[in-house]
């Protein structure tokens, strides 16, 4: 498997496994409530992070096949011994390619992109109910750091 950055023309590829996991993810705490209705709505947005720098995102390729796809996003503490890191944002595999080592693979691919373009540690976070995610990490080396928490400002 090899990570292929996404380039123009890729939006709808992204779009589509992007909205499988988002679906997914509406599972887990309100705050994940989808606006868009479809992937194609939500293909501008990655047009946008083609075109843009602040996220890259990469098609796990196999072949002629994509199997999943991942987005980076890089930043800095500037004042923390650990001060640059590259951040999983996205993370997604095709069913019918999962527990086949493909995450795994997709992770120490990223942990070559950040060494080579400066970044001290990774990043990632995870729907606390999310259990399965949480312990794949576990077992790719990461650790728990702190916890986000979320509160709505419109009226319930």
């Known amino acids: 498997m090899e990570l ?3 380039s123009e023309g890729d939006e709808k590829a992204l779009a589509k496994m992007w909205f499988k996991l ?3 993810m ?3 705490p309100k ?3 989808l606006t868009h209705s ?3 709505e939500a293909e501008k947005s990655f047009r946008k992070q083609i075109e843009g720098e602040e996220k890259i995102n990469f098609l796990m390729r196999d072949e002629d096949l994509t199997k999943g796809f991942l987005t980076l996003k890089q930043g800095e503490h500037p004042s923390r011994k650990y001060e640059k890191y590259t951040q999983i944002v996205n993370l997604f595999v095709k069913e019918g390619y999962r527990n086949e080592g493909l995450g795994t693979e997709a992770i120490e691919h990223v942990r070559e992109f950040a060494a080579e373009n400066g970044s001290d540690h990774l990043k990632v976070t995870s729907e606390i109910k999310n259990t399965e995610a949480i312990d794949f990490y576990s077992k790719n080396g990461f650790e728990k750091k702190q916890v986000n928490m979320v ?3 419109e009226d319930e």
Do not use: I, R, T
Request: proline letters at 6%; glycine letters at 0%; aromatic letters at 12%.
């Open 4 to 6: 292929v950055k996404a």
């Open 22 to 24: 988002a679906k997914e």
């Open 26 to 28: 509406e599972q887990y």
């Open 31 to 33: 705050f994940n409530q």
């Open 38 to 40: 479809s992937p194609e």
């Open 151 to 153: 509160q709505s400002l």
